[in-house]
């Protein structure tokens, strides 16, 4: 079963304004990461966050981490028609190598 | 560096064949992962290689197979194909225990 739940499902925008996506997991976790995919292509990695870790930045993205609500957000600030794309979450329970769940995404579209 | 390679990009086969998609990891990497992606099911984790052993698995039927070789290459196999094994295969190879990096994917399409 899908451990990351991804809210909402879809989401469409206009170009500059924010985009702010949530996750949530059943398990304990040991991080947990962002990913973007274009049109069905391989996915791209945004960010990590650890389990340790409250908030994070990455240019224009910054992610939170709530343990005690198993939940996560992605806000993409700015946002850009080139953002338009599928955005994961996946976690990671430790352990030895991976064993990634990811949700079923949030479908972006930033219309120009 | 080049990124992680898959071939064949696209695949269609019929039911009951069997299937061997191919992926290159980035050089250096010994970790290398399949994962299935379809509309219905969305991203599953299929199973995890290092250093030519199996390490994680996911919950496939024994029909899924895979290898990986001394140089770290990966070949994922589905054998006596089913409908339902239409997806977007997609490898990632890591360094580390962190961060996976994705390939393109193979789209296999079973008629």
């Known amino acids: 079963s899908q451990q990351g739940e991804e809210d909402p499902q879809a989401l469409s925008i206009q170009e500059g304004e924010n985009a702010t996506m949530n996750c949530s997991y059943k398990?304990?976790?040991?991080?947990l990461q962002w990913y973007r995919q274009n049109s069905g292509r391989g996915l791209v990695h945004l960010i990590l966050?650890?389990?340790?870790?409250r908030e994070k930045h990455s240019g224009r993205l910054r992610v939170t981490l709530d343990t005690s609500k198993k939940s996560s957000s992605l806000l993409i600030t700015a946002s850009r028609a080139a953002d338009t794309a599928s955005y994961f979450c996946?976690?990671?329970?430790?352990?030895?190598?991976?064993?990634?769940?990811f949700g079923k995404g949030t479908r972006l579209l930033v219309k120009p | 560096k080049a990124g992680v390679t898959q071939t064949p990009r696209y695949l269609i086969k019929t039911r009951g064949q069997q299937v061997t998609l191919s992926c290159s990891p980035i050089?250096?990497?010994?970790?290398v992962s399949w994962y299935q992606q379809t509309p219905g099911q969305g991203l599953q984790f299929l199973f995890e290689?290092?250093?030519?052993?199996?390490?994680n698995k996911g919950n496939f039927p024994g029909r899924f197979s895979g290898r990986q070789f001394s140089n770290s290459r990966s070949e994922m196999n589905v054998s006596t194909l089913e409908l339902g094994d239409s997806a977007l295969y997609l490898c990632?190879?890591?360094?580390?225990?962190?961060?996976?990096?994705f390939g393109p994917g193979t789209r296999l399409t079973v008629l």
């Open positions: 050089s250096g990497h010994r970790s």
């Open positions: 398990t304990s976790i040991n991080n």
């Open positions: 996946a976690t990671d329970r430790g352990g030895q190598g991976f064993s990634f769940i």
């Open positions: 966050i650890r389990s340790n870790e």
């Open positions: 990632a190879s890591s360094s580390s225990t962190d961060t996976q990096y």
């Open positions: 290689y290092f250093s030519e052993t199996q390490r």
